[in-house]
């Protein structure tokens, strides 16, 4: 799974990275993104690529009650495609969730330890994301989805799940306008191959999602 990552950089690198013309609205660099926080994330509306705020936690057009959202912070790759809350998705609204590490916990004789991943050579990357809009009555919110998939044989030292870190060559191919059938969209994030990761431990202070700040990120002695 994934449950916590960071983004540290500038506005401005960003916008470069991704080719982002209208300034992010809000952005603030964080230590520790936490599930019902909001996210940065990119679309593309047809026309240009747009980058905003989104709450992590997706939430179906069709939800009743929008607490659902926590129990859907990422989707598996390897369902989304057959699953209802996803399958709408799939074929359309597919987006960026933007980062520069994430967090996962190892487990280890001395309890879990957290770890801080981020792929080599690359100081932002992308998430393969999905997203919805929900309305009901006056309450309105843009939600959205991190994909997961099967680790591979690095993160499976940490973890039996990662997330789908896209790379950069199919980041534009992946929210491009046009429909994909669902199948389509299963196919591709199937035949990624994704970039080396490397890791390094971090302090159990990440453990809360109440803690910001540098200390974080800082390796461990």
């Known amino acids: 799974m994934c449950g916590r990552y960071t983004l540290l950089e500038e506005e401005k690198e960003i916008q470069t990275e991704f080719d982002i013309e209208i300034p992010i609205k809000d952005y603030q660099p964080r230590y520790n993104i936490a599930p019902g926080q909001k996210v940065l994330a990119i679309i593309h509306d047809g026309s240009k690529k747009r980058a905003g705020y989104m709450h992590w936690g997706l939430v179906p057009s069709w939800a009743k009650d929008p607490k ?19 399958k709408r998705l799939m074929t359309s609204k597919r987006c960026l969730i933007v980062a520069d590490s994430f967090y996962e916990w190892k487990k280890t004789d001395s309890g879990k330890q957290p770890m801080r991943i981020f792929p080599k050579g690359r100081q932002l990357f992308a998430f393969a994301g999905l997203w919805d809009h929900w309305k009901q009555e006056e309450e309105e919110r843009f939600t959205c989805t991190i994909l997961t998939k ?10 039996q799940r990662m997330p789908v870190i896209l790379p950069k060559r199919v980041e534009g191919e992946w929210i491009t306008p046009v429909k994909w059938s669902p ?27 109440k803690n910001e700040g540098p200390e974080c990120v800082e390796p461990l002695a």
């Open 150 to 159: 099967e680790a591979n044989e690095f993160m499976n030292e940490i973890h």
């Open 183 to 209: 199948s389509q969209a299963h196919t591709f994030i199937e035949q990624l191959t994704m970039d080396e990761l490397e890791a390094y431990e971090v302090s159990q202070y990440v453990n809360s999602a």
């Open 68 to 86: 659902i959202g926590y129990k859907m912070i990422n989707a598996r790759s390897e369902t989304a495609h057959e699953k209802p809350s996803f």
